[in-house]
């Protein structure tokens, strides 16, 4: 849906093929050609580690029929976007929005990967910082032209009268941002390190909501450093021990 939402709307995205069960062996010739690395998504719901990113053609293959025929994320996997891998830096970039207009908060940058620098599994996140340093007025200023403001114009031609965070997934190849993924809600650990970073009172940001003042609200910003690290129980984000007391510090730098 969002893929096909990008394309309607000129919002700069990877380019992409889904694959289900009827359709498993041209997916399995597509991911063997397919220019290295490439990405496979489960298509549904997979707290955030239904990403795999196939070094080999081979590795795709087989990571395509475990996801489609062996289930491996369960019925979010039953249908698998194969995805352009693009090589930059990631950023997320969070918009309140009342139907009308939006209200842009702090952006933030999360690190995924369960490994000392950035290695291994894709997780839900281990950790997040705001602000982002490469995430500059100019870049920003292409963030809002090329991909808030046509979203959220989409949203209303669409008529979907949305309320609510947009979470914007976003890659930055060359300076030049593209979409990754949409979602509605805030980010975690992302949310950690953003609302610290809030002056405003967040029921005057939720009272121009409702009046659908978002547009106007002048929003007051902590310039200081936040950052969150996330301590797992040890395997997570395969099999780990559960019952542990789960630690989220925030500290403000
Ligand atoms: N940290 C990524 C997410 O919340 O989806």
Request: hydrophobic fraction near 40%; charged fraction near 25%; proline fraction near 4%.
């Amino acid at each position: 849906f969002s893929k096909m939402f990008m394309l309607k709307y000129g919002i700069p995205t990877a380019s992409y093929k889904t694959f289900n069960t009827e359709s498993i062996s041209s997916g399995i010739d597509y991911v063997s050609k397919h220019s290295l690395p490439v990405v496979l998504k489960a298509d549904g719901l997979a707290a955030g580690k239904g990403v795999i990113i196939a070094e080999t053609n081979e590795e795709a293959v087989s990571v395509l029929k475990e996801m489609i025929s062996d289930k491996k994320f369960g019925e979010s996997s039953a249908k698998v976007v194969v995805e352009q891998f693009l090589k930059g830096i990631e950023v997320s970039v969070f918009a309140l929005c009342d139907g009308e207009g939006y209200l842009l908060l702090p952006e933030a940058k999360d690190y995924k990967r369960i490994g000392e620098k950035d290695t291994g599994l894709n997780t839900g996140g281990m950790g997040a910082v705001s602000p982002v340093p490469f995430a500059d007025e100019v870049f920003m200023k292409k963030v809002k032209n090329n991909i808030i403001d046509p979203t959220i114009a989409g949203l209303k031609s669409e008529g979907i009268d949305y309320t609510g965070f947009v979470f914007f997934g976003l890659i930055s190849v060359q300076g030049e941002p593209f979409v990754i993924e949409y979602n509605a809600r805030m980010g975690d650990p992302e949310t950690e390190a953003v609302v610290p970073r809030i002056k405003s009172d967040f029921v005057d940001i939720f009272i121009a909501l409702g009046e659908k003042q978002l547009s106007k609200f002048k929003l007051e910003v902590d310039p200081r450093t936040a950052t969150t690290v996330v301590l797992v129980s040890g395997g997570y984000p395969e099999e780990f021990e559960k019952d542990h007391v789960n630690n989220v510090y925030n500290i403000i730098a």
